[in-house]
């Protein structure tokens, strides 16, 4: 156990909806980070959100955004969903980032998007 | 549990033989690397890392080496075990913290 823990497990909707996927990070974790996990694509990095703010983005649609809330837990808002999105999406969590300092990413179970 | 990737390649091994997984990266430019292992219907959990100013890292029963000069990356599992199988990502860290996955590798571990 990672201790992340992402809400729900699994998720199923119609095209067109708007789900909202949601994680709470590791004890002290200050940064949140949200991937996607396709058959066609892997893994792809998202979007990163440290201490309430955006840190970092990457293949992430307009039709997502994100967002951390003071008590450092993390939501991902997908919207006009599309077959396509149907896919794992994993958050996680690492500890303080400062500078060039990487730190560990700890992924949570995942959740499971069905779009039909 | 789900599946991760149907069309990943796959390293079949002999449960005690050794596993040797192979990734290229793309970015000459990234200083932190991470081998990740995935079993199905998990999230990825880290295995090891090794920073750009180092060659080789060890762990228990795992061996991290890299080459920059033709951008490579391998991981070593000696003694593979059966809960040894699942998919295997290596990610490069080359902006902040943000980790870029390669397509990964399943290893199958016959007993």
């Known amino acids: 156990d990672s201790g992340v823990t992402q809400t729900p497990k699994h998720l199923i909707t119609a095209t067109g909806q708007r789900v909202t996927l949601r994680c709470s990070p590791r004890s002290g974790d200050l940064s949140v980070y949200w991937y996607q996990q396709s058959l066609d694509q892997g893994l792809q990095f998202l979007i990163q959100?440290?201490?309430?703010?955006?840190?970092a983005k990457g293949n992430i649609l307009e039709r997502f955004s994100a967002q951390q809330f003071p008590d450092l837990h993390s939501e991902l808002n997908l919207s006009s969903l599309e077959l396509g999105d149907s896919a794992l999406y994993f958050c996680?969590?690492?500890?303080?980032?400062?500078?060039?300092?990487?730190?560990?990413?700890?992924f949570g179970p995942g959740t499971r998007l069905t779009v039909l | 549990g789900e599946s991760v990737g149907l069309h990943l390649p796959t390293l079949s091994v002999q449960e005690g033989d050794n596993s040797i997984i192979n990734c290229a990266y793309s970015n000459s430019a990234s200083d932190y690397f991470i081998w990740y292992k995935q079993e199905s219907g998990k999230g990825p959990q880290f295995i090891i890392d090794i920073r750009s100013n180092m060659d080789k890292r060890q762990g228990q029963r795992v061996t991290v080496l890299l080459n920059k000069t033709v951008k490579h990356l391998s991981l070593q599992i000696a003694a593979t075990q059966p809960g040894d199988s699942a998919v295997y990502f290596c990610?490069?860290?080359?902006?902040?913290?943000?980790?870029?996955f390669g397509g990964g590798t399943r290893l199958m571990v016959k007993p």
């Open positions: 996680a969590s690492s500890a303080k980032t400062s500078g060039r300092v990487i730190n560990e990413q700890f």
């Open positions: 959100y440290y201490n309430g703010e955006e840190r």
């Open positions: 990610a490069e860290n080359n902006a902040g913290n943000m980790l870029t």
